[in-house]
Structures are given as C-alpha cells and as structure tokens.
C-alpha cells in the first residue's frame, strides 16, 4: 500500500514544479499601423531638426567645384567645414557667439563671394586686419618681409606686367578693420582678392578642415585623399 501512495507523492511535487499556463509570458500585442506611423515620423522630424541645426551652426558640407586650391584641394573633392570656430553670426546683427578664434593666416576659408552673394568661395587667407600686403613678381610680402607659402604653386611660367593686372604684382595695400585678404593656392589661376578685393570676416561661413570623399568622375574614386586633413 505504500508504493501507490510514494508514486501518487511524486506526481504531485512534478506538477508543482512544473510552470502553469498562467506563469507563461503573455504574447506582446503588436502595435497599430497609426501608432508605428507616428513614431517614424517623429524620429525622421527630429532627425531633420538635428541635421538643420548641424548645418546651420556646426559643421557643413562643400563640394570644390574649380582648380583654384589646387594642389590643396582638387576639383570633386568633399570637404567638411567648421562653421563655429570664428563664431556663428547672431541674425539682424554683426556679432557672433560664441568666437573661439579669429580667421588667422594660413586658415583655408569658405566665404560669400562679395561680387556674387548666392554664390559660396574657398580661398586662403594671405593677410588680416592690419596687415600691408605687396606681390612683386609672384613672391607675396606681408608687412614688408617675404612669406613662406609651401601651399602656393604657379603652373603658368610667364610673369603678368604690372601694367596688365594684379596677378603677379600688386602694389602695397593694408587690409581694413573686419575684413582678410584671401588667396587661391593656384596662384595662376584663381580670382581672388587681389581682383575684387578683401573678404569682410562677417561673410565668412568657417573654417575647411578635412576632406572626407574624392572624385572627380566616377568610378575614379580617389581613395587616398579620403579623411585628408586640409592645411
């Protein structure tokens, strides 16, 4: 008699053991098509406001369209520019907050092209407020001593006649207050201040920092030039 009531003991503790019906997880219901919907477009919203807020006030993206920095920056490739290193510009006013540097010699700049304002230009600043520039014969002079320009390179051998233009001589000027004086690489072949004149700081949209794609023409992809930083 003992046996039956051992085998009946066991059954017992094994059903206690084992997980009820109501102990299983319950089955997440899914979520109505109309409140997926609203949640997609609230995360591509603020997507947008984010990217809009990068690109007003942090960092934006150009694309070099000419020869003129050449050999620094060659046509089709994709640079990143910092737009809040000489501070972004508060609206209806000439102030800009918050300014951790002004635009210094050697900076490779992207600005408003003051002959055409819709239209955006990239150029070294050469001279800043304050400073005497001259050109005699190619050579640039800041404050009357010769400067050491590794970046600029001349691919055309003939010297312009002072009497012919500004682009291998150009007489002493000083630049004003608010403004630099801005150059291409491409010495030769670029049309910059020694043509319309001085950049005023205000039109300035930052700083180019770094190349992050290349390539003129498809699939000529310039691999190397990839996360190049701009100097």
Partial sequence: MGRPQMKRSKEIASKELSPSAESQPAVKPEKPVRV???????????????AIIIRAFLVQAFKIPSSSMEPTLLIGDHILVNKFIYGVRIPFTDARWPRFTNPARGDVIVFVYPVERNKDFIKRVVAVEGDTIEIRDKKVFVN????????????????????????????????????????????????????????????????????????????????????????
Wanted: proline fraction near 10%.
């Fill in 144 to 231: 009357d001593k010769p400067v050491d320009e590794p970046y600029a390179h001349h691919f055309a051998n003939s010297i312009e006649p002072r009497s012919q233009g500004p682009r291998d001589n150009l007489p002493p000027v000083t630049v004003p207050p608010g403004a630099v004086f801005a150059m291409g690489d491409n010495r030769d072949f670029s049309h910059d201040s020694r043509y319309w004149g001085f950049v005023p700081v205000e039109d300035i949209k930052g700083k180019a920092f770094i190349i992050y794609y290349s390539a003129q023409y498809l699939p000529d992809i310039r691999w190397e030039r990839f996360f190049r930083l701009i100097r």
């Fill in 36 to 50: 997926l919907f609203q949640e997609y477009s609230e995360a591509f919203v603020i997507a947008v406001i984010l």
